[in-house]
């Protein structure tokens, strides 16, 4: 089992940056993906980024890439996600999932992929 909490969420203006953070514990991290997802009212759960924790391997969506930066920092068993340049549209509940690494390797940008989820944190950025 793997617990994750998420913090840092808040408001900002357009442009404006803000770092999410999401502290693990439970099973040793060195075998997860960890992944930032996002959902407005009325949409989908929306993949943002993942990183292979014990590699440094990400992959992002190209609707945050060069604005957003994931991380992970194995001493805090903390995974961040630096938001910069941020736009009216990246508003939403924001939440970290994982899941252990299977064979292949694969970030999934699919959200039932992940089977550990924290409880979500709300950014807004208004105009």
């Known amino acids: 089992q793997v617990q994750l909490v998420e913090s840092g969420g808040g408001l900002v203006q357009a442009g404006g940056s803000l770092r999410l953070s999401c502290a693990a514990s439970?099973?040793?991290?060195?075998?997860?993906?960890m992944g930032w997802f996002r959902q407005a009212p009325g949409k989908e759960r929306e993949f943002v980024a993942g990183?292979?924790?014990?590699?440094?391997?990400?992959r992002y969506s190209d609707s945050v890439k060069g604005r957003f930066t994931i991380s992970a920092d194995n001493a805090k068993n903390t995974a961040y996600l630096q938001m910069n340049s941020l736009e009216p549209e990246d508003t939403a509940v924001y939440y970290c999932?994982?899941?252990?690494?299977?064979?292949?390797?694969?970030?999934?940008?699919?959200?039932?992929?992940?089977?550990?989820w924290g409880q979500g944190t709300q950014v807004t950025v208004s105009s």
């Open positions: 999932a994982a899941f252990f690494i299977n064979l292949l390797g694969i970030i999934y940008n699919d959200a039932a992929r992940y089977d550990y």
């Open positions: 990183i292979k924790w014990a590699y440094g391997i990400t």
């Open positions: 439970g099973r040793t991290l060195n075998n997860i993906v």
